[in-house]
């Protein structure tokens, strides 16, 4: 670029937003960029693209890519006015630098993120070696590509997106793209049959090839081309809450798959007679079942299937404890749902199915044994991969989420990524009523439906936000029951998730859902709503993860809308009992009726019962990490692929 573009870009300076830039820095390149405006507004379709066609080759010949942010910064925006009609806010070019500079950027719901999103990856991809954005379903990805797609094509991007039923063929012309949405899940499978098919070539075998589609062993069959840059949607989500699920890729059954089975079956149909405390123990905070002697010989007393008889009374006593604890700890349609035969994991902290993920430690077949479904056995693995490992493989790394600052610290120890908060477009307006708080769950729910019904007779839209399906059901039975006519969102509801939430802000509309978070569909005031005071959000429960509850509040208020949100608790809530533990549980429900007149008092104790929680939480991961980590030391140094297991 020469002549008034070039001047723009001095008088700016070269300065690197990798050099660690504040506030008042980005400021200053948010200035330079917009400078840029003028001159980009002249130049027809044809001079966009070949003014990107220049910062490429620039790249590839090796200038660093913060050399390259304001121009390409530029040509996005202006590439955005021109096909989506949608100019970036000055807020989201700060949130685009600071995704450059390997940062986790917080925006607020309706803030913009998938179109802040098109700025680092339109950067990334100069460098001509991919740059791929990871969400939480294929719906988003799908979605969010095809919604963005003219800002990129203008420029003579490519790009490609990956989606759970595609084929080799499909992925790997995807991953060639300049660009490449798909999820976290997708993106670590295709890594790992990657390595499968690379080990299976330099061995010169082709036995795992066909569980991989059959295809011959050429050097074009892996579909990756390297982790250079990734930008994680929901990154609170898919980097702290999935880390803890490995991502697995089986091995063939073993011979003993018929005792396997036999056991599951067998402990699923004795585990009812087994009662606490007198046959077993339960850690409240380990989540964990442990037989008594009387249980032991309870297990001895019971008449068992002659398949088991070569199983050791320990190895039975393990299976006992597991389908005691499953029994216990595990509901349908609040942990899992049963659809077409299987076992389906709710996922805790969206809402959503959980497609293809199973429980580790055998819980999963557990579950499928307690449901009288067909037991899938444990085949073994021949690799996996965490979800924190995989990102960590990537040069650059980057993500964005509505809720990032809580989970800060653990952000920075694992991944090592800082935390930026990226101030909204317009002032805040959201009014935060104060709690509501009832002796038991009865009270609290007939409480909510009062209020649905009082704001309800305003106009006002209103999002009812619960922590699992069987909840959000039972309210919806309570508003039936009332004559309230209202929309549930859950997880048996997926089909029609995006037209729920996009109308859940139209005059007079109730909405249920259960976990608002990752939803990645705005929710837009209806005419008129906002003279009306705008939407209102009830909170019926506290979940284990702050974050959760923020994003539901993050629902009311997008843009600078009015709206305002209740907390509603009870004092029999399950999770002042896992986080706070039995005794104090019992003691806050004999003082219940007092710390019913003192709402502030109850909810700094449901914040510490959350704290707990989330802190035995984070180090359950940190011991994952650190196993994993072990484990691929291990292998490394006896010569092996650290994600593989040893070849039979």
Same mark, same amino acid.
């Given at each position: 670029?020469?002549?008034?573009?070039?001047?723009?870009?001095?008088?700016? =300076?070269?300065?690197?937003?990798?050099?660690?830039?504040?506030?008042?820095?980005?400021?200053?390149?948010?200035?330079?960029?917009?400078?840029?405006?003028?001159?980009?507004?002249?130049?027809?379709?044809?001079?966009?693209?070949?003014?990107?066609?220049?910062?490429?080759?620039?790249?590839?010949?090796?200038?660093?890519?913060?050399?390259?942010?304001?121009?390409?910064?530029?040509?996005?925006?202006?590439?955005?006015?021109?096909?989506?009609?949608?100019?970036?806010?000055?807020?989201?070019?700060?949130?685009?630098?600071?995704?450059?500079?390997?940062?986790?950027?917080?925006?607020?719901?309706?803030?913009?993120?998938?179109?802040?999103?098109?700025?680092?990856?339109?950067?990334?991809?100069?460098?001509?070696?991919?740059?791929?954005?990871?969400?939480?379903?294929?719906?988003?990805?799908?979605?969010?590509?095809?919604?963005?797609?003219?800002?990129?094509?203008?420029?003579?991007?490519?790009?490609?997106?990956?989606?759970?039923?595609?084929?080799?063929?499909?992925?790997?012309?995807?991953?060639?793209?300049?660009?490449?949405?798909?999820?976290?899940?997708?993106?670590?499978?295709?890594?790992?049959?990657?390595?499968?098919?690379?080990?299976?070539?330099?061995?010169?075998? =082709?036995?795992?090839?066909?569980?991989?589609?059959?295809?011959?062993?050429?050097?074009?069959?892996?579909?990756?081309?390297?982790?250079?840059?990734?930008?994680?949607?929901?990154?609170?989500?898919?980097?702290?809450?999935?880390?803890?699920?490995?991502?697995?890729?089986?091995?063939?059954?073993?011979?003993?798959?018929?005792?396997?089975?036999?056991?599951?079956?067998?402990?699923?149909?004795?585990?009812?007679?087994?009662?606490?405390?007198?046959?077993?123990?339960?850690?409240?905070?380990?989540?964990?079942?442990?037989?008594?002697?009387?249980?032991?010989?309870?297990?001895?007393?019971?008449?068992?299937?002659?398949?088991?008889?070569?199983?050791?009374?320990?190895?039975?006593?393990?299976?006992?404890?597991?389908?005691?604890?499953?029994?216990?700890?595990?509901?349908?349609?609040?942990?899992?749902?049963?659809?077409?035969?299987?076992?389906?994991?709710?996922?805790?902290?969206?809402?959503?199915?959980?497609?293809?993920?199973?429980?580790?430690?055998?819980?999963?077949?557990? +579950?499928?044994?307690?449901?009288?479904?067909?037991?899938?056995?444990?085949?073994?693995?021949?690799?996996?991969?965490?979800?924190?490992?995989?990102?960590?493989?990537?040069?650059?790394?980057?993500?964005?989420?509505?809720?990032?600052?809580?989970?800060?610290?653990?952000?920075?120890?694992?991944?090592?990524?800082?935390?930026?908060?990226?101030?909204?477009?317009?002032?805040?307006?959201?009014?935060?009523?104060?709690?509501?708080?009832?002796?038991?769950?009865?009270?609290?729910?007939?409480?909510?439906?009062?209020?649905?019904?009082?704001?309800?007779?305003?106009?006002?839209?209103?999002?009812?936000?619960?922590?699992?399906?069987?909840?959000?059901?039972?309210?919806?039975?309570?508003?039936?029951?009332?004559?309230?006519?209202?929309? +549930?969102?859950?997880?048996?509801?997926?089909?029609?998730?995006?037209?729920?939430?996009?109308?859940?802000?139209?005059?007079?509309?109730?909405?249920?859902?259960?976990?608002?978070?990752?939803?990645?569909?705005?929710?837009?005031?209806?005419?008129?709503?906002?003279?009306?005071?705008?939407?209102?959000?009830?909170?019926?429960?506290?979940?284990?993860?702050?974050?959760?509850?923020?994003?539901? +509040?993050?629902?009311?208020?997008?843009?600078?809308?009015?709206?305002?949100?209740?907390?509603?608790?009870?004092?029999?809530?399950?999770?002042?009992?896992? =986080?706070?533990?039995?005794?104090?549980?019992?003691?806050?429900?004999?003082?219940?009726?007092?710390?019913?007149?003192?709402?502030?008092?109850?909810?700094?104790?449901?914040?510490?019962?959350?704290?707990?929680?989330?802190?035995?939480?984070?180090?359950?991961?940190?011991?994952?990490?650190?196993?994993?980590?072990?484990?691929?030391?291990?292998?490394?140094?006896?010569?092996?692929?650290?994600?593989?297991?040893?070849? =039979?």
């Amino acid at each position: 670029m020469s002549g008034p573009w070039r001047q723009v870009l001095d008088s700016v =300076g070269a300065i690197s937003p990798l050099s660690g830039l504040r506030a008042r820095r980005r400021r200053q390149w948010v200035a330079g960029i917009t400078a840029l405006e003028p001159q980009l507004q002249a130049l027809g379709s044809v001079e966009l693209r070949k003014a990107l066609l220049a910062l490429r080759f620039r790249a590839k010949t090796g200038e660093p890519l913060a050399r390259l942010l304001l121009e390409t910064f530029a040509l996005v925006r202006e590439s955005a006015r021109r096909t989506l009609g949608m100019r970036h806010f000055d807020v989201q070019m700060i949130g685009g630098i600071a995704l450059h500079e390997r940062s986790i950027v917080e925006m607020q719901t309706g803030e913009g993120k998938t179109l802040t999103a098109t700025l680092p990856l339109t950067l990334a991809a100069l460098a001509g070696k991919g740059a791929h954005l990871a969400t939480v379903n294929d719906y988003l990805a799908r979605r969010d590509a095809e919604w963005m797609r003219p800002v990129y094509e203008i420029l003579g991007l490519s790009v490609g997106v990956i989606e759970s039923q595609m084929g080799q063929a499909e992925r790997r012309t995807a991953y060639a793209c300049d660009i490449t949405y798909g999820t976290a899940k997708e993106f670590g499978f295709d890594f790992l049959r990657d390595r499968l098919i690379q080990r299976s070539e330099n061995q010169g075998r =082709g036995g795992l090839l066909s569980l991989l589609g059959g295809e011959p062993s050429t050097g074009t069959a892996c579909v990756q081309r390297g982790a250079f840059f990734a930008l994680v949607d929901e990154a609170d989500n898919v980097l702290i809450d999935d880390a803890g699920t490995p991502l697995v890729i089986g091995a063939l059954p073993s011979s003993a798959e018929q005792i396997v089975v036999a056991a599951f079956r067998y402990c699923a149909a004795v585990a009812a007679n087994f009662t606490e405390p007198e046959h077993f123990d339960y850690d409240q905070e380990k989540r964990s079942v442990e037989l008594t002697a009387a249980g032991r010989g309870l297990v001895r007393s019971l008449p068992h299937p002659d398949v088991l008889r070569d199983l050791s009374l320990v190895t039975l006593y393990e299976y006992i404890e597991r389908a005691i604890g499953v029994r216990r700890d595990f509901q349908p349609d609040r942990h899992y749902v049963v659809r077409d035969g299987e076992v389906v994991i709710v996922d805790e902290f969206t809402g959503r199915l959980a497609e293809g993920r199973k429980w580790r430690g055998g819980i999963h077949q557990a +579950v499928e044994a307690q449901e009288n479904l067909e037991v899938t056995v444990d085949a073994g693995q021949a690799a996996q991969i965490t979800v924190q490992d995989y990102f960590l493989r990537y040069r650059h790394l980057a993500g964005m989420t509505g809720t990032a600052s809580t989970s800060a610290a653990e952000l920075k120890k694992i991944y090592r990524l800082a935390v930026v908060v990226v101030p909204t477009n317009r002032p805040l307006r959201r009014e935060t009523l104060p709690p509501a708080v009832f002796a038991d769950s009865d009270q609290k729910w007939s409480a909510v439906v009062d209020e649905v019904r009082t704001v309800h007779a305003t106009g006002r839209p209103i999002l009812v936000g619960t922590r699992s399906i069987d909840k959000s059901e039972h309210l919806s039975r309570l508003l039936v029951e009332q004559g309230i006519e209202h929309q +549930v969102l859950n997880a048996n509801q997926l089909a029609r998730e995006a037209a729920i939430v996009a109308d859940a802000g139209q005059r007079g509309r109730v909405t249920v859902s259960t976990n608002m978070a990752g939803r990645g569909t705005d929710i837009r005031l209806g005419d008129e709503v906002a003279e009306l005071g705008g939407m209102h959000v009830i909170a019926t429960e506290m979940h284990e993860s702050a974050r959760i509850d923020r994003q539901l +509040v993050g629902r009311c208020g997008r843009q600078g809308d009015p709206g305002t949100c209740r907390q509603f608790l009870a004092l029999d809530d399950e999770l002042l009992l896992a =986080g706070l533990g039995p005794s104090c549980f019992e003691r806050l429900r004999a003082q219940a009726q007092r710390l019913c007149r003192t709402p502030g008092e109850v909810l700094r104790l449901f914040r510490r019962a959350q704290r707990r929680i989330e802190q035995r939480q984070f180090r359950q991961r940190r011991g994952l990490l650190h196993a994993e980590r072990q484990r691929r030391k291990v292998q490394a140094e006896m010569g092996q692929d650290p994600y593989l297991d040893a070849p =039979g």
